[in-house]
């Protein structure tokens, strides 16, 4: 043999040594897509592919907030409808709270461009964000997926209808949940936008780690999304946003713990209209069920395909008056409603993580009413089961979308009694306490009244003798001659509802 083959074969073994001391071979990611740092954080960043499909971002960075961002993008370009899905393995490093892993659409890779992020952060689980406009502060949607908590290898997807985002999760990649979150309208989103992986370890200087497989991005593939169940008596309706190429819809149904193969279909042919109605016999008052909508698409040839089923829960409630329970955005633990027919009192039952800014979480308790209008309730407890800061109250709200403006007097855990008020479409919410936890005691009576486009709040203490009328809130923009109006309540927490009980609901 010569001394060549000898150099060589030294050569070769020293390579395959080295291999072998690494987790795997991992190349840069396959063309078309690409990977670089946004903002210049303070530690060069990297993405690399393994040959088992594991992509491993590494990332530094302040963050992915307000109107600067620093962190790792991989991303490729993509034009109109579409999504992305990736399953979360690991994340470590960087900040322990606030360190952001996940999916993103974004315009450009400038640091300041408008995007929306779906994620997993340390403090609160699957997250949300978006900058609606580029160089603007960036506004949050925390808490959006099955718990309040990080989950490992959860399957994420985020799709894009025009300039409509939402976004789903999965434990197994069969049967998908709509996030808590949207879905959001980003109307100056360039058709073509940038959509990919994205890390930041909320800590300058420092590397965080993220882990991911089952990366695909689909051009035109969506699902239906916007889904909104209603519960009335023995009745749960089920509806949501259209798809511009479906031809039709199934719609599913299974008992709350159910996987995708329980699941019964209800519609023997597909639905050409985005709602369905469910009045089952086997439906019970108070018993959440599982529902989950698939589209149906058709090809050029003829061709029939069903798209990923997505689920929500929903609940028929019974308790009079014409009010109509709705699941907004909840999670696993969905709100429910009784009476108790022998002393009026209701019980009602909401989770979700708030009732706040851009987007609301929570179980409501609505009717729709025309013009102007009072309306009051007698609030029996305290918001229990909750965490303090989340609300239990009267509200008017101009619609059942998750940003509608709105205003709501109630009771919270640990701040007593408050009001708060949305303004404007999906933003921001203000908030002004009335009576400190100490000096509440209920029971005690909230009052809402609406007089063309001003609301006005008040309560009473000495059962309804004298009011305590709060600032009223004056909306710049008209509201719609139909609102609707009633009882919402959020825990603070996906998994777990909290309590409020309340009598004298007065709606005219």
């Known amino acids: 043999m010569s001394k060549r083959w000898h150099a060589n074969g030294r050569a070769a073994l020293a390579l395959l040594a080295l291999a072998l001391t690494r987790p795997g071979w991992a ?49 490729q370009s993509m034009k109109g409808d579409g999504s992305i899905s990736a399953r979360i393995l690991t994340a470590t490093g960087g900040d322990s709270t606030w360190r952001k892993a996940g999916l993103m659409v974004r315009d450009d890779d400038t640091p300041g461009a408008a995007n929306l992020f779906y994620g997993m952060t340390p403090a609160v689980g699957l997250y949300t964000q978006a900058r609606f406009e580029s160089d603007l502060p960036s506004r949050s949607m925390p808490g959006v997926g099955p718990t309040n908590s990080q989950i490992p290898n959860l399957a994420l997807r985020l ?89 039709g ?13 329980q699941l019964t279909r209800l519609t023997a042919q597909p639905l050409t209209t985005p709602s369905y109605t469910d009045t089952g016999g086997d439906l019970t008052n108070g018993t959440p069920m599982l529902y989950a909508v698939s589209a149906v698409f058709q090809a050029a040839d003829g061709t029939q395909t069903e798209s990923q089923a997505v689920a929500r829960f929903g609940t028929p409630i ?19 409603a009784s009476r108790d ?54 509200i008017i709200r101009e619609s059942l979308e998750p940003g509608a403006r709105s205003v709501l007097v109630g009771t919270w855990t640990q701040t007593g009694i408050g009001r708060q008020w949305r303004l404007n479409t999906d933003d921001w919410t203000d ?46 923009t008209p509201l719609p001659r139909t609102v609707y109006v009633g009882v919402a309540a959020a825990s603070g927490r996906r998994a777990s509802a909290g309590q409020i009980q309340f009598r004298d609901l007065v709606i005219p």
Do not use: C
């Not at 019974?318 to 429910?336: I, K, M, R, T």
């Open 341 to 394: 027919p022998a002393t009026g009192v209701i019980t009602l039952h909401g989770s979700g993580f708030d009732i706040w800014n851009a987007q609301d979480q929570g179980f409501f308790l609505l009717k729709p009413v025309d013009g102007d209008t009072q309306i009051s309730v007698r609030m029996l407890t305290r918001h229990s089961n909750a965490d303090g800061g989340k609300p239990a109250g009267l």
């Open 27 to 75: 190349d840069a990611p396959p063309g078309p897509w690409v990977a670089r740092d946004v903002g210049q954080p303070g530690a060069p960043g990297s993405t690399s592919v393994d040959a088992s499909g594991v992509w491993t971002l590494q990332g530094s960075g302040l963050d992915i907030w307000d109107d600067y961002d620093q962190f790792q993008l991989a991303s």
């Open 159 to 247: 799709q894009r209808v025009g300039q409509e985002f939402a976004g789903f999760y999965s434990r197994d990649g069969a049967l998908w949940f709509q996030a808590g979150f949207g879905p959001v309208a980003l109307p100056r989103l360039k058709d073509e936008a940038l959509w990919g992986l994205a890390l930041t370890a909320h800590q300058d200087g420092h590397l965080a780690t993220a882990r991911f497989d089952q990366v695909s991005l689909q051009p035109g593939v969506t699902s239906p999304y916007g889904i909104l169940t209603a519960g009335s008596g023995r009745t749960v309706q089920l509806q949501w946003r259209r798809l511009p190429n479906a031809v």
């Open 431 to 476: 908030w002004s306490q009335s009576i400190s936890d100490p000096a509440f005691h209920p029971p005690i009576l909230l009052r809402l009244t609406r007089q063309g486009d001003t609301i006005t709040p008040a309560y009473s203490v000495d059962d309804g003798k004298t009011f305590v009328t709060g600032r009223a809130i004056s909306f710049p």
């Open 249 to 261: 819809y199934y719609v599913y149904r299974g008992a709350k713990g159910a996987t995708r193969d």
């Open 318 to 336: 019974d308790v009079g008056q014409g009010l109509v329970g709705y699941s907004l955005n909840e999670g696993p633990a969905p709100g429910s």
